[in-house]
């Protein structure tokens, strides 16, 4: 029979056995950006719809239908973030972040929202870890986000790791772009799919991304950004590109790179993982030069990005082994209360220790032991007295009791 309540469709629960990757992950996160200067920020899980729809564009899929939406009790309405650069620029702009030295760098970790059709991979809530570095357009900046990612993803272990790196161009050239590749799309339209066609006007750099044969035959000799780079942000791009090279990162330059947000500008990137199938996106970003502005601040730009960490422990595939315990206190039934006093004891110590909880016989205390990986057992016999037992060898000899805590941490070693 299912249980009557199962978790909401997308959502997962994390369950104990898989706290010591997350841990890992969150970890070797704050090591790398404390070692940057990144400090850290949170936002809110949900922020006034405006906000996003702003920001990450209102023609793009996450704004169209992917957002969860609601009115509040006040009548105001509000979203459940659906990614994190908006709500850090506005955090930014409302803490005078202007006045601190530029570029401002942080760093954050949280649960996301989008209603998405769930696939491996894919979850209507998820977590990310990302980057922000708000106030300035140095390529240095670019570079170095690109090589904090790289070198998260290495520091982690994931294997089968590629980077896709392109430019956009500034909004003007952008937007003369977009105007260009919208004629190229008509002068196509039969051969279009009709989501694609539909949204000619709205979003026509979507079409890159789309899995239609027809479609993909037509964007295969569309005009991309990146061959109508010019001025300012060719020399841009090639910066970032030579300060990748010097560094020995290894990149594809793709210009059908398509981010599912409108708010880039110039550099955009993107990390996949071989070991994801469909999803195979582990990270990306990119700069957002007039996004600071848009939301009311003086122009102001930079640049950022976000790795799903559901997706990085699917890559990394790790089976997910629970941690040994140091030692299980096994006790007689006129002794349960001394374990309870010694386990105590030897947890203020520091060591990991458990104790019988369920009421069972020695026999079963002992296989208990061994079902939790306990290297010792201490058995507290009927008299009180006190046998250590190492539990890979066997091997058991009596102990002075006021002595465990010792003789255990030097066995420990
Ligand atoms: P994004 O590419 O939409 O970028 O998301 C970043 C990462 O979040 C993806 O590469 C993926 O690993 C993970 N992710 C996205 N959607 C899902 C999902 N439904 N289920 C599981 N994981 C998912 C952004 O969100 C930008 N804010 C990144 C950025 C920061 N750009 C500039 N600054």
């Avoid at 920020?41 to 239908?65: H, Y």
């Avoid at 904090?148 to 290495?154: A, G, N, S, Y």
């Avoid at 799919?193 to 295969?220: H, Q």
């Avoid at 066997?394 to 941490?409: F, K, N, S, W």
Wanted: net charge negative; with cysteine; aromatic share 6%.
């Amino acid at each position: 029979m299912s249980p009557k309540f199962q978790a909401p469709r997308g959502t997962f629960d994390i369950l104990p056995d898989e706290e010591q990757v997350r841990t890992r992950i969150e970890s070797t996160a704050r090591d790398l950006f404390g070692r940057a200067g990144y400090g850290r920020i949170e936002t809110p899980v949900f922020e006034d719809t405006e906000l996003f729809a702003r920001s990450v564009g209102e023609a793009t899929d996450i704004v169209r239908k992917e957002m969860f939406t609601f009115e509040d009790h006040g009548g105001r309405s509000v979203t459940l973030r659906p990614e994190g650069t908006a709500a850090i620029c506005r955090a930014y702009l409302e803490h005078g972040m202007q006045k601190l030295p530029q570029p401002v760098r942080l760093w954050h970790l949280g649960p996301f929202f989008r209603y998405e059709a769930p696939q491996a991979g894919r979850f209507r809530e998820f977590n990310q870890i990302g980057a922000e570095a708000i106030g300035s357009d140095s390529p240095l900046v670019d570079a170095e986000q690109i090589m904090l990612l790289d070198d998260l993803l290495r520091e982690l272990g994931v294997p089968g790791i590629r980077l896709r790196l392109s430019s956009l161009g500034s909004i003007d050239a952008r937007a003369a772009y977009r105007e260009e590749l919208k004629q190229y799309l008509r002068a196509h339209e039969p051969r279009l799919a009709r989501e694609v066609r539909e949204r000619i006007d709205a979003n026509p750099l979507r079409a890159f991304d789309s899995d239609d044969e027809g479609t993909r035959a037509v964007m295969a000799e569309a005009p991309t950004m990146l061959d109508r780079l010019e001025g300012e942000d060719s020399e841009h791009f090639d910066e970032v590109r030579r300060l990748l090279d010097r560094a020995g990162v290894e990149y594809e330059l793709d210009g059908t790179l398509v981010r599912g947000l409108d708010y880039y500008t110039r550099t955009v990137f993107e990390f996949t993982c071989d070991r994801l199938g469909a999803q195979s996106g582990i990270g990306g970003g990119g700069r957002y030069d007039g996004l600071v502005e848009q939301l009311g601040g003086s122009p102001t730009p930079a640049s950022g990005w976000a790795a799903g960490v559901e997706r990085i422990i699917l890559a990394l595939g790790e089976q997910h082994a629970a941690e040994a315990r140091d030692v299980f206190v096994a006790a007689a039934d006129g002794q349960r209360h001394q374990a309870l006093a010694l386990v105590t004891e030897l947890r203020r110590a520091g060591l990991r220790a458990e104790l019988d909880l369920a009421g069972r016989g020695m026999k079963g205390q002992m296989r208990q032991a061994d079902r939790i990986g306990a290297r010792h057992a201490v058995i507290l016999d009927e008299n009180g007295a006190a046998a250590l037992r190492d539990m890979a060898s066997g091997e058991q000899r009596e102990l002075d009791p006021g002595r465990v805590v010792e003789e255990i941490a030097a066995a420990r070693g």
